[in-house]
């Protein structure tokens, strides 16, 4: 069949073109980019596997089909720079700080052990294991404590930016947030405070279309959530979420404009929820979205969408590309023979960590309750 000119300048748009940052990201780079994503998804269905298996509780919250946002985000950031992830980015409390070596027990993140065990609920979580899940932080790898009141951790991240700067530090922090959380009063509020204040808080509205069973056009009447950002005089971005190198360019635009002291931006990553809110939303998913929409939103897998780009680039050749091909697959369909080697050693190292810590002790349940002393 002919192709018509129209047809051709579709195919070339979907090609991304270089913005100023990714420009200056090397083949080195696109590989460890390629490498962290395979990472995050290796996470995410490992863990469903997990409990599948029957060796692990609790609601697990998938990022799977949205590792771009979290991968593309993170890897511009300082070693000193803040994150507050929410329960759609478990892999961004370990993978802070990555470029300074996985592992490394001196990089500004949390080590895979740590996020196993809280996962786990075993006593070596940063948290010793009091909540589960997301529900934990770190003032020394400057991550800001997840809690479930959503778009709630946005002014304790303004604070802490707010804090660093009258201590004459350069800090830029990063929220990341559901797109359904922005319909809270206090998300308009902190925006606000930090845009008075020219605060270096970089708000992430993961847009995955969903907030539980609620479609984007029951929670906010703009075309791009983006616009928003007009109201509060600041810069709104929208990135394509599938794609990492999109949301490092657009990240780190407002990451510099922040350092340069023009203050906080909101960055809109299109992405789109693959699968149920929780796993124990798995089978209803199915009902309340049509097949066809979800089918479509799991089309363009960040996975896929990251190697079609290094062939065209010539950093790998198809035959890599083709080598471990987790993309595109479920949990059930997926095994460990579909991610490179490294990426299962280095879960499984903190898996094993887990299951050898021990469970907290009852007596702790009081610990940090009240302060002890004067
Ligand atoms: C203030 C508040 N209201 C309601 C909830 C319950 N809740 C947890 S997740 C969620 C949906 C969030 O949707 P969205 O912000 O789009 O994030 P997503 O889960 O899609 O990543 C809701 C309503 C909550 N945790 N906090
Ligand atoms: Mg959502």
């Not at 845009?195 to 270096?200: D, E, G, N, Q």
């Not at 066809?292 to 050749?317: C, F, L, N, T, Y």
């Amino acid at each position: 069949m002919a192709t018509t000119e129209a047809d051709q300048r579709k195919k070339k748009t979907t090609s991304y073109q270089h913005g100023p940052y990714s420009s200056k990201l090397t083949p080195d780079d696109y590989k460890e980019l390629l490498l962290q994503l395979q990472l995050a998804r290796y996470f995410d269905v490992r863990l469903i596997k997990e409990k599948k298996r029957g060796r692990l509780t609790g609601t697990l919250y998938s990022s799977h089909n949205q590792e771009a946002i979290i991968v593309g985000s993170l890897y511009g950031l300082r070693p000193y720079d803040w994150i507050s992830p929410i329960h759609r980015d478990m892999p961004a409390f370990f993978m802070k700080d990555m470029k300074a070596g996985w592992r490394n027990p001196d990089r500004v993140g949390m080590s895979v052990q740590q996020v196993c065990c809280q996962v786990w609920g075993r006593v070596d979580s940063p948290g010793r294991a009091r909540d589960n899940w997301s529900h934990i932080g770190s003032r020394e790898k400057h991550i800001i404590h997840s809690t479930s009141m959503l778009a709630g951790t946005i002014p304790a991240a303004a604070g802490v930016v707010y804090a660093d700067r009258m201590e004459g530090g350069d800090a830029v922090v990063l929220t990341y947030n559901g797109e359904g959380s922005t319909a809270q009063g206090v998300f308009h509020e902190a925006v606000n405070f930090a845009a008075v204040h020219k605060l270096p808080v970089v708000t992430i509205v993961e847009n995955n279309q969903w907030a539980y069973g609620t479609p984007t056009y029951l929670e906010y009447s703009q075309e791009d959530f983006a616009r928003r950002a007009d109201g509060f005089g600041i810069p709104g971005l929208v990135a394509d979420g599938q794609n990492v190198l999109d949301v490092y360019d657009k990240v780190m635009e407002a990451v510099a404009w922040a350092r340069a002291g023009k203050g906080p931006s909101i960055v809109e990553c299109k992405t789109f929820r693959a699968y149920g809110h929780g796993d124990h939303d798995d089978d209803r998913a199915a009902k309340y979205r049509p097949t066809q929409e979800v089918e479509a939103g799991r089309a363009r897998d960040p996975i896929a969408v990251m190697k079609r780009m290094m062939v065209e680039q010539g950093i790998i050749s198809k035959a890599e590309a083709e080598k471990y091909a987790s993309e595109g697959k479920g949990a059930a369909e997926v095994t460990n023979d579909d991610f490179p080697p490294e990426v299962v050693q280095y879960l499984n190292e903190g898996i094993e960590f887990a299951m050898k810590s021990p469970l907290p002790e009852p007596e702790e349940g009081g610990m940090w309750v009240f302060r002890e002393g004067n």
